[in-house]
């Protein structure tokens, strides 16, 4: 039953839905604490073209996950600015970001307390980043706070898109960029963009990213089924399989034939 809900889970009831992602993160917090992973998002592996991303040694094992927060962090200003990450998981795209984007500040918000534990402990010698709970359809701050909003892979799991959307025009400072990636099953792209059609954002560009995030699936998944098989007990590995993109899963198939795509947006609050 879980090695199917994967899929299914993103069109139950808004209610439901949520309900279901915050126990599943919450459970994933809690089981993978002793794994050495700091990411939970598909990876992005960049076309030849541009300049390689130089990183450091301690985050070379990490570059697929990290290509995609410099993906989506290179498409808005973060330099000096004041910026948010909503649905940080386990705190690594914000450490990323924080140590090689150099904004003043960085908060990373997660609605999983777990997760938040668990980032304040791992990434707790990084001065200009520090974590908070919260749900990214009720942000815990006041408006006009933030320069810069990114959103990675997270707003699959939420109730509510458009009251999402709406917070993070109230909290950002006028200008202020909010860059966001996801995945959908390709007949919810309408609701997507219903979503985001709002007032205070300017669209300023978008992309299918699902080609760069396809061969990612590709070059990590040994990696990914070695870590499974040793954290998580056999009797969910089906479900974690599914979860993760592996070759042969549910997402990954639908990557292949075109039923679900991934997709990227940038806005500018007017
Ligand atoms: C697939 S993980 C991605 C985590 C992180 N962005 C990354 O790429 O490693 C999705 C994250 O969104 C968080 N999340 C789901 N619903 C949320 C909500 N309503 N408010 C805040 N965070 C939420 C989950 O707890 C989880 O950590």
Redesign the pocket.
Known sequence: MLARIFIAIIRLSPSLQ?GL??W???R??HRGRDADW????YGFTPKNGGPALVLKEQDESDRP?IE??NYTASQIPIKGLNVL?????????SSFIARYHEPTQITG????PQ?IELSSELHRDIPNLNFIQ????SLPFNDRVFDAII?????????NMAE?VSEVARVLKPNGYFSWVDLRGKDMIGEVEEAFSIEELRKIKEATITTEVIEALDDIHERKMAVIKQHVPRWIQPAFRDFSGVKGSKIYNGFKDGSAVYIAKVFQKV
């Open positions: 949520k992602w915050k599943w993160y919450q994933l917090a700091a990411f939970m998002n996950f995609l927060y990450e909503i649905g940080s998981g386990r705190g690594g795209g918000l997660d609605y999983s997760a919260g749900d990214a359809e959103n990675v892979e997270s707003s699959h799991c939420y109730g999402f």
